[in-house]
């Protein structure tokens, strides 16, 4: 259960590459292997949020809390907190906005899609490496000895 955040971390970093692979392979209009990319990032995402609610769940029983705190100061906890309040905020999207756009990229609704995925697309991107950072912050950087 320790090993969850690195885990979750993990899944986030190659939801980064999967996300910039995918919009490769969109731009050079190769259709199948995007929808490929994008369905397995939307699964990582997927197992991302297992492991995220299963951490926060041991995290209460083990400790009463379900957060960890930061332990940085200054202009560390500063910048830590701005980048916890942006990405916390656009993750809770990711799943709903996600879910529309590969439903409407797989039922082949390329306008709708598109348009939905010019906002998805960033913020999911955004998310999943500002999630890494998170976790090194928390957990690497500034880690409580």
């Known amino acids: 259960m320790d090993q969850l955040p690195a885990i979750n971390a993990l899944l986030n970093a190659t939801s980064t590459i999967v996300l910039l ?15 490929a990319m994008m369905i397995t990032a939307f699964v990582l995402q997927i197992a991302f949020l297992a492991g995220y609610l299963l951490h926060k769940w041991h995290l209460y029983q083990t400790t009463g809390s379900y957060n960890t705190t930061f332990q940085g100061e200054g202009g560390w906890r500063v910048a830590y907190l701005v980048l916890l309040f942006s990405h916390v905020v656009l993750a809770a999207s990711v799943p709903f906005l996600a879910s529309i756009t590969l439903f409407r990229g797989l039922k082949m609704n390329v306008e ?5 995925a ?20 928390l957990y690497q950087w500034f880690a409580a000895s």
């Open 21 to 35: 692979t995918g919009y490769r392979f969109i731009r050079r209009k190769q259709v199948v292997q995007h929808r």
């Open 112 to 116: 709708r899609h598109r348009r939905i």
């Open 118 to 137: 010019r906002i998805t697309f960033p913020i999911w991107l955004y998310v999943s490496v500002t999630g890494v950072l998170v976790y090194f912050m």
